[in-house]
């Protein structure tokens, strides 16, 4: 069964860092780009980050660049999202979504339906 499996969210204090893992398994991430994605409540969906399938490119959302980083171990069929300094309004359901791709950049304005897998996602909440 080819899947996506999000971990990581919780509950973190403003200024604080989380760390977001995506795992594949049932295919091998390698040939795949990865975005990963958030949708707070009454919002739709945004990109937040995106990787390409080597780890070379790498792109962020506006809101996001300078506090967050996407790396990826291949070996280890895992992405992640390194979030520092995060804010209330980093609050929502994270999801990580992967694509097969021969480019050698990500896209980040690539729709949601334009991804092959997805994951179930993972609540982040920012508060005090």
């Known amino acids: 069964q080819l899947q996506l499996v999000e971990s990581g969210g919780g509950l973190v204090q403003p200024g604080g860092s989380l760390r977001l893992s995506c795992a594949a398994s049932?295919?091998?991430?390698?040939?795949?780009?990865i975005g990963w994605f958030r949708q707070a409540p009454g919002k739709e969906r945004e990109g937040v980050s995106c990787?390409?399938?080597?780890?070379?490119?790498?792109n962020y959302a506006d809101s996001v660049k300078g506090r967050f980083t996407i790396s990826r171990d291949n070996a280890k069929n895992t992405v992640y999202l390194q979030m520092n300094s995060l804010k209330p309004e980093d609050t929502a359901v994270y999801y990580c979504?992967?694509?097969?791709?021969?480019?050698?950049?990500?896209?980040?304005?690539?729709?949601?339906?334009?991804?092959?897998?997805w994951g179930q996602g993972t609540q982040v909440t920012v508060s005090s």
């Open positions: 979504a992967a694509y097969p791709t021969v480019m050698t950049e990500c896209v980040l304005s690539r729709r949601p339906y334009e991804y092959d897998y």
């Open positions: 049932g295919f091998t991430l390698g040939t795949y780009a």
């Open positions: 990787i390409s399938k080597s780890g070379g490119h790498t």
